[in-house]
């Protein structure tokens, strides 16, 4: 039920009415109850609606102020409904009704009203009951919105009766209203309002910053709220405050579901709080143009705390601009408050050490003291700055570093400051702090500038930065270069070949490079042969692809090989020579500069080279003498020319000092003589050796060229030792039978060249052939040259062979003068060998085996015996080298010390013997008289 509000009834005599007091509740302070029946309580723009009005008596007779009652005393009299008019969300006249009354004329029984006994009703319509004519009303170009449709209802009731036929009555009224929703036919995501939301280029949704330029601003999440179908929405905004303007008024956007966007500005000194949008929405429904009202709508401005230093986006105009060498001390940089709030307490940081390097529209970042200005920040505090003003800080001891790349910096400066939070956004008073200082993780001004900038901002180009610009020194940038020291050339060389050496001192990098080196006059160097047909003042242009920087306390050079002549006239010493240099620094801004170079001119210089080396015996002293001789080949001479040999090969010294030879003149021959031992525990020479003699000298010009420096000769050379060498010159053995003890005496001879010292012979046998009494026996020294008879007792066992070779191997034990001990696990060895007995034809044989291993027979025997006898020789033969008997053993093996020359003198000497053997044997066959 809806309330009805009354007014205070009173009381007339005679029908008159007369005030009196308002009753208690139950009374006529609630008499009626009425309603709009068929009647919707949300319609939308263009909607119509019929319906009629119910009222219904409930009043109790507490009104009546008579003795006595009536039993009608409740019923009411010209009962009558009247339209006030319409009322709005506050309970106040809307203005201009914005409804429709197609049929807006109440029927109330010809003006006469209705009798309505106590809980009776009547519904009111437009004409009389008998038609019963609704009342239709049509929301048309409505506001949406809370409205109330407001009703008075006119009586009569009574006040007192005389109990008979005369009653007193007073008039009195009640009013009533309906609650009505006005509702668009298209709503947003905010159900049923609209909701205002500020739009990064992301589509986020969040309130807005003082100072957005163009920034989107609208209604997100549109929808049909009805049946219909809505087409060609468009949407009309207007901002009461003029400070806040959009840059087109009306926007359209076809179909839904969608959002409706404007483009706003909002000035960076608008204080932050509540804003309104007047918005009025156009667009067809089922076909038909609907326009509704204009509705107020809300959004919030924020604080926008900003500090802002000079402007650094325009790289043509930077703040200030140093000369490199000229580096200023300190600098005053002024901030403003960009903002829409003041800010207080505020540091400011100038971050020299992460400052940017800019070139050619790119931004470098340099690293560590390569790439910073400075190797740390500089902090100033500023007390306050109001919204709108300016103040200056100045940053002293700055200190730059040296070497700085020439061109534009961006500094980076930190900030934090402090504002005061009124509560105009919504949120509790309070103190707050912003800024920008990324080591202190805190980003609101780049977040904030972020929002505000159209498009969206998201390098570093917008965040608080000082641009300065470094200009070049006069004399350009810090690079030398010099002919490197071993390529130093003499006057009058022709086509030398030389090392330019080209160092950069500055902390960035050089690429495509081309450099060009002057032969024009006062310049030392002239075209070599390859370029006589070349005119111009410098060489053939050379090409490199870079030249890294330095870094820190290292410096960064490139080296490449030139050709050209050194002029006859070049004055030894230091001369300078100019060399043109084109290319990119490492931010590709051409440059083009003339660096100085410098060689050293030297004098002619002498050239050592081998003619021979000569290795002489060695001495007792275990040293021996080595004469190197030379020549000069150079241009120069060496005075005072001193030599010293230094061995390469381990375990060899040089036992000299160095030797001054004299002055060796261009083409003369100079013999260098020099005694070298072992050295340590190694005590003989054995195989190649090899070493280098260096030089010290006074060139022609009298410059000293120390030793070690450079200048040597590379030499080889053999030296052996002169080792001892035994060797089995004659065995005499007899024929021998089973079970036969006999000696055998071996005859042995040192053919090698040194002594023997404490000499043992060995004869191993274990075979089942042969018993041997006293195989080891201790023996003389044995000079070189000298023999030595060695006698051997055995026995033949039953187990040997008739007419058989058998081979024993002697092995020695001794010193040589070396102090080296020989044993006979070393294996140095000679063989020998004896024969068994022919049962047939018994004889007996003396053999003699020379060194080559040959066996030459003697006795006294038939034909068949020295058939047998050859036989034998031959079958020995193949034993002694190696093949063996029953009982073979390896053959003596060979002394790799012993010079090659001394085993070709050995070799003749054996070919003597063999002929005097021969002859030997040609007399023994005549005494045997075959």
Request: hydrophobic content about 35%; overall charge negative.
């Amino acid at each position: 039920m809806l309330a009805i509000l009354t007014a205070a009834p009173f009381l007339v005599a005679g029908g008159s009415d007369t005030a009196s007091a308002a009753p208690a509740r139950g009374g006529l302070d609630d008499p009626i109850d009425a309603d709009l029946y068929s009647y919707n309580e949300m319609r939308r723009p263009g909607e119509t609606d019929d319906f009629y009005i119910y009222v219904y008596n409930d009043y109790d007779g507490s009104g009546f102020g008579g003795s006595s009652a009536p039993g009608n005393v409740s019923e009411l009299k010209e009962v009558k409904v009247s339209y006030t008019g319409i009322l709005d969300e506050d309970m106040e006249p809307a203005g201009a009704d914005p409804l429709e009354w197609e049929v807006d004329t109440i029927y109330n029984n010809n003006g006469d009203g209705y009798t309505i006994s106590h809980y009776g009703a009547v519904n009111f319509y437009a004409d009389a009951s008998s038609t019963y004519l609704r009342f239709r009303i049509k929301t048309e170009n409505v506001v949406p919105g809370d409205y109330y449709l407001s009703f008075r209802v006119d009586f009569r009731y009574m006040i007192d009766w005389d109990g008979a036929t005369q009653y007193a009555w007073s008039s009195s009224s009640q009013v009533f209203t309906k609650h009505l929703e006005i509702r668009s036919h298209i709503e947003g995501s905010g159900y049923p309002d609209f909701d205002i939301y500020a739009f990064d280029e992301n589509m986020g949704a969040h309130n807005i910053y003082a100072g957005s330029t163009n920034k989107q601003f609208g209604i997100q999440g549109l929808f049909s709220a009805s049946g219909g179908t809505i087409t060609d929405v468009s949407a009309t905004a207007s901002f009461p405050d003029s400070s806040i303007s959009a840059r087109y008024a009306t926007v359209t956007n076809p179909n839904l579901p969608s959002r409706i966007i404007w483009r706003v500005d909002i000035p960076a000194d608008t204080l932050p709080g509540k804003y309104t949008m007047e918005l009025m929405l156009h667009y067809n429904l089922n076909g038909d143009p609907v326009s509704e009202g204009p509705t107020q709508h809300h959004f919030i401005v924020l604080y926008t705390p900003l500090l802002f230093p000079p402007p650094s986006d325009d790289l043509s105009a930077p703040f200030m601009t140093f000369s490199r060498d000229a580096l200023p001390e300190s600098i005053e940089v002024p901030f403003t408050n960009g903002g829409n709030v003041d800010l207080e307490d505020i540091i400011v940081s100038l971050d020299l050490d992460s400052a940017r390097y800019i070139g050619d529209d790119m931004t470098y970042i340099l690293e560590d003291q390569s790439g910073s200005i400075r190797t740390e920040s500089i902090d100033k505090t500023i007390a306050a700055i109001p919204a709108g003003e300016s103040r200056s800080v100045t940053f002293d001891m700055l200190d730059f570093l040296p070497r700085l790349p020439p061109g534009k910096y961006r500094i980076p400066i930190d900030y934090l400051a402090y504002y005061q939070d009124e509560g105009a956004t919504g949120n509790p008073s309070a103190r707050k702090i912003t800024g920008h200082w990324y080591e202190r993780n805190r980003y609101e001004q780049r977040n904030i500038l972020r929002e505000i900038t159209y498009p969206e901002n998201t390098n570093e180009a917008f965040l608080p930065m000082l641009l300065i610009e470094i200009v070049p020194d006069p004399d350009g940038f810090l690079l030398s270069s010099y002919v490197d020291s071993g390529y130093n050339q003499a006057p009058g060389t022709q086509n030398a070949r030389m090392r330019l050496r080209v160092e950069n001192y500055e902390m960035f990098s050089f690429h495509n490079l081309e450099y060009r080196i002057h032969v024009d006059d006062g310049s030392p160097f002239q075209l070599p042969y390859s370029e006589v047909n070349y005119t111009g003042e410098t060489l053939l242009p050379i090409f490199r692809s870079g030249l890294s920087g330095s870094s820190g306390t290292s410096t960064y050079s490139d080296t490449f090989y030139f050709y050209a002549s050194i002029r006859q006239n070049a004055a030894p010493g230091v001369n300078y020579f100019k060399v043109d240099i084109r290319g990119y620094t490492q931010f590709d801004q051409p440059f083009n500069q003339t660096i100085s170079g410098y060689i050293t001119i030297t004098a002619h210089q002498p050239r050592f080279e081998l003619i021979s080396v000569d290795v002489g015996d060695i001495l007792s002293d275990r040293s021996v003498e080595v004469s190197v001789e030379m020549m000069n080949f150079g241009l120069g001479g060496a005075r005072n020319l001193t030599c010293f040999f230094k061995s390469s090969t381990s375990g060899f010294i040089s036992t000299d000092q160095p030797m001054e030879v004299g002055d060796v003149m261009p083409g003369d021959r100079v013999v260098y003589t020099f005694t070298l031992r072992p050295d340590g525990e190694r005590r003989y020479f054995s195989g190649s050796y090899s070493g280098n003699v260096y030089f010290s000298y006074f060139d022609d010009l009298g410059d000293f060229d120390q030793m070690f420096s450079g200048s040597n000769l590379n030499i080889r050379f053999d030296v052996y030792d002169k080792l001892p060498d035994l060797r089995v010159v004659k065995v005499e053995a007899p024929l021998v039978d089973r079970g036969d003890e006999f000696t055998v005496t071996v005859t042995v001879q040192n053919v090698g060249s040194s002594r023997t010292s404490g000499l043992r012979v060995l004869l191993p046998y274990s075979s089942a052939q042969f018993q041997i009494e006293d195989p080891e026996k201790d023996l003389n020294d044995l000079e070189p040259g000298e023999s030595i008879v060695i006698t051997f007792t055995m026995k033949a066992l039953n187990e040997i062979s008739d007419s058989g070779v058998y081979s024993f191997t002697m092995l020695f034990s001794y010193t040589d003068i070396m102090g080296r001990e020989r044993t006979f696990s070393d294996g140095e060895g000679e063989s020998f060998s004896i024969r068994t007995k022919d049962r047939i034809i018994p004889s007996e044989q003396r053999q003699v085996v020379l060194s080559d291993g040959q066996l030459i027979s003697e006795g006294a025997g038939n034909v068949i015996l020295g058939i047998l006898i050859i036989v034998a020789v031959i079958v020995f033969v193949v034993l002694f080298k190696g093949e063996g008997g029953v009982t073979s053993i390896p053959l003596r093996k060979e002394k790799t010390e012993a010079p090659r020359a001394k085993k070709l003198e050995l070799e003749e000497d054996e070919e003597e013997d063999d002929e005097s053997v021969d002859e030997e044997d040609e007399e023994s066959d005549e005494e045997m008289n075959w």
